[in-house]
């Protein structure tokens, strides 16, 4: 039986050692890289090769953030599943927008774990009822209507830009995105990042919220993005 090879990224040995120990006892599953910070994983990472990553959030010298970052850069057929306390919709929305596969709480129970482990080991994503309901309270804070003030500024991006931002309006990841648009996930960061910079935005979980309110301004077809008249 072919085992789901599974590298942990925590900082915190006491669960990292737990969590390595439950997963020992799963006949298909098994842990052949651990590390205590992003950092520590990129440098085991060049010579030893998991299927997934299961990385915390809040680590010291490189965060779950950065790291997720570095390894869709430089080993995009790794997948990621987060398994973390720190579950606010902000860095929610923000994983799954780096393109994580799935997002678990440390509170969950372990058969909930080893079954998103399974999932995603075998070409899917699993999101929890919990993320989900969060994702959700998080795209509601805030009206859409307060992104629509000035849809001229639209005509400030880049045609890169535009094409980034309409895919990000389908719940794209970043993954995703640089698949489609046959570019590094590291260039679909800076053309986020632009982005919001041009319209004034601040963070993912906006503009995840900007995107879903101007789609309907925006045409996309022969893989170019065009302006509806308005």
Same mark, same amino acid.
């Given at each position: 039986m072919s085992k789901i090879k599974l590298a942990i990224a925590d900082d915190?040995? /006491?669960? $990292? *050692?737990?969590? /390595?120990?439950? /997963?020992?006892? *799963?006949?298909?599953? *098994?842990?052949i890289l651990e590390a205590d910070n992003g950092k520590?994983?990129? %440098? =085991?990472? =060049?010579? /030893?090769? @998991?299927d997934i990553i299961l990385m915390d959030i809040q680590m010291n010298v490189m965060d779950g953030f950065e790291a997720t970052k570095a390894v869709n850069e430089l080993y995009p057929t790794i997948k990621i599943i987060i398994l973390t306390l720190d579950d606010n919709g902000a860095n929610i929305i923000e994983m799954y927008r780096l393109g994580v596969q799935s997002l678990i709480g440390k509170e969950e129970h372990y058969?909930?774990?080893?079954?998103?482990?399974?999932?995603? &080991?075998? &070409? &899917?994503?699993?999101?929890?009822?919990?993320?989900? %309901?969060?994702? $959700?309270?998080?795209?509601? *804070?805030? @009206?859409?209507?307060?992104?629509?003030k000035?849809?001229?500024?639209?005509? =400030?991006?880049?045609?890169? %830009?535009?094409?980034?931002l309409w895919y990000v309006s389908q719940f794209k990841t970043v993954r995703e995105i640089a698949e489609l648009l046959c570019i590094s996930p590291n260039t679909v960061n800076n053309h986020e990042g632009n982005i919001r910079h041009k319209l004034n935005i601040q963070g993912k979980s906006s503009l995840l919220q900007y995107a879903l309110n101007i789609k309907e301004k925006l045409i996309f077809g022969n893989r170019e993005v065009k302006f509806k008249k308005w």
């Open positions: 915190n040995k /006491i669960f $990292r *050692e737990a969590t /390595i120990k439950l /997963i020992e006892t *799963e006949r298909d599953l *098994e842990v520590q994983l990129l %440098e =085991q990472l =060049q010579t /030893i090769t @998991p058969n909930e774990l080893f079954f998103a482990i399974r999932t995603v &080991g075998n &070409g &899917g994503c699993y999101m929890t009822t919990t993320c989900k %309901e969060i994702i $959700r309270s998080k795209l509601n *804070e805030q @009206p859409l209507k307060d992104f629509s000035n849809f001229s500024t639209l005509k =400030q991006l880049t045609a890169a %830009e535009l094409k980034v």
